[in-house]
RNA sequence: ACUGCGGGCUACUCCAUCGCCUUGUCCGCCACUGGCGGACGGGGAGGAACGUCCGGACAACGUAGGGCACCGCACCACCUAACGGGUGGGGCACGAGCAAUCGUGAACAGAAAGUGUCACAGAAAAUUACCGCCCCGAGCAAUCGGGGUAAGGGUGAAAACGUGCGGUAAGAGCGCACGGCGUUCCGCAGCAAUGCGGGGGGCGGAUAAACCUUGUGGGUUGAAAUGCCAUGUACACCGGCGAUGGCACUGGGGGAUUUCGGAUUUCGGAUAUUCGAUUUCGGACGUAUGUUCUCCGAAAUCCCAAAUCCCAAAUCCGAAAUCCUCCAGUGCCGGAGGGCGGCCCGCCCGAGCCGGGGGGUAGGCAGAUAGAGGCCGGUCGUGAGGUCGGUUCGAGAUAAAUGAUGGAGCCCGUCUUGCGUCGGGUUACAGAAUCCGGCUUAUUGGUCCGCAGUGCUU
RNA sequence: GGCUCCGUAGUACAAUGGAUAGUAUGUAGGUUUCCGGAACCUAAGAUACAGGUUCGAUCCCUGUCGGGGCUA
């Protein structure tokens, strides 16, 4: 039953890509957002802006950087939090606003990336950068996320991109 | 009826799904009474949670004394835990009205305690006289000199009570009548502010949101307060200031020498390292296929975000005598520095204090959510509010939880006689961080009340 | 969370409650030069906002708005 259910919203909401992702989806997509997967240390977020990678996908911009192997065994694979610039948004309830939309898109797609994973003990750090000056619908924040997630798995993750040697820890 | 202004109340509802924070019960795993995961339940932002402008609760520290500063408040009475808040009353200003009265507003003690300031203009900005008016003297006269005066002129934001009469050389509250202002005394009303009436004496410009005076209140710092537990480490080092001084008494320790006794071990002796960490290179030992581990040397790099936090203590057989030395306690003198909230006097504590540099830790629990609480009813009071009874309880995070999606109700608009269709909206201001009482400011829609204006009806 | 200070031309700063808010630099125009620079002349440009006290407010008071600093 709930199976029937979270594939219908997966259908409803991604009606392009329902089709590709149904038949390989897991039967209990995690869709949680634990404590363990959000990214809380100063040191990493501050390193993320000084010297971790980016790209970005209109209204959002990812920095990432990934953890070292012996770090935290067991933990997330993907540390993640929300960052709104104070100078775009004056009002913090327009930034909490936009802050829970974003951590909502990243909750509904991030196995997506989960599933590419499986089975490597890489751990990444993701720090989302909301660049748009104003406030955004739902739908094209979350379809930013899900094209974000695709680029970051195509240039980084898959066989086919050679990773770059930038498995450095961050300091 | 509409519009505008001001004020009060309210702050959309239901269902389904996926999540988040917190909590109760049960189960499983790891671990050893905590963590993780799961199942089923309970709860989950505001009227302003904003601002941080006042007042308290609570907590730590302080609580010999005196003086001087500092900050707030200011008609009266009451409410309250308290307030700079509120309620009621008084006077004042403005507006309406013939008036009675009504509405609105405000930081409404003192300018007759003292000091300061009042630009420009004006003679003069507070014991002032330019023109003028009058008297006297000089002079033929124009005019000049001395004196009186403040009615008239002019300047200014403001000019020395107003009008009339008397009075005078000319004038002037100099006197009188009427009026105004403020002060004081008496009577009446009122708890009081104050009002009304009468009498005495008076006419002294403004400014206290200038200094100030009077009255009154204020101990300081704030939950990052404060208490407990856990983790971890290095009194390596440098600079500055100051004690370890003297006397007396008591107690204890150590060392040397001599003597005596006991136990254990035993062939005898020697050497190395120094603030720490990381990386690289070289070497040594043991082991080894290799990895890893220990030690040594060299080189390079790093070495705090910060404090009133921590970096500590003990240890080498016994007894007696003599000598030396050290430590602790008590009393007196000396004493860097510290405390009495900013300063001074005065009082008290006192052996370490200050600065630089380095290392460690920064996690958890309590504080912390049942309270001057909400609602209903009775009762007292004009009212703010008090009191009694019943009932009810409902966020507690810590990089910090309320979001997303769909449907229905509801609202607006178009088309339509209507049913209904289609499109849109479902919001504004805004997010708890110890709690509470106020104030200020922001604000969509609905609704109610007051005031003003316009139109219509009677 | 708590405490505290500030707001003046584009920028950096002045101005005792008193006339038309000043100085430097920048901007614009002109003179000079073959052209540019420098120099000289001229002009525009501001008291965060609202209310109050006062004859009069950048200054004094109150409230909003914005910015900075201190505090583990």
Not at 59 to 79: D, I, K, M, N, T
Not at 96 to 107: C, D, L, M, P, Q
């Amino acid at each position: 039953m709930n199976l029937a259910v979270g594939i219908w919203l997966l259908a409803f909401l991604l009606p392009l890509r329902s089709a590709k992702i149904s038949p390989t989806s897991p039967p209990m997509a995690d869709f949680t957002f634990k404590k363990a997967e959000r990214l809380k240390s100063l040191k990493v977020i501050g390193g993320l802006f000084k010297g971790g990678q980016s790209f970005g996908v209109y209204p959002l911009r990812l920095f990432w950087s990934e953890h070292p192997p012996e770090a935290e065994p067991g933990g997330a694979p993907v540390q993640f939090t929300v960052s709104v610039a104070k100078k775009n948004f004056k009002s913090a309830v327009a930034r909490n606003r936009i802050k829970r939309k974003v951590r909502e898109a990243w909750r509904l797609n991030k196995h997506r990336l989960y599933r590419k994973l499986e089975g490597t003990e890489r751990q990444f750090a993701f720090l989302v950068l909301f660049v748009a000056k104003e406030d955004l619908p739902m739908a094209q924040i979350e379809k930013a996320m899900q094209t974000m997630v695709h680029l970051f798995f195509k240039k980084n993750i898959s066989p086919a991109a050679n990773p770059p040697g930038d498995g450095q820890p961050l300091s």
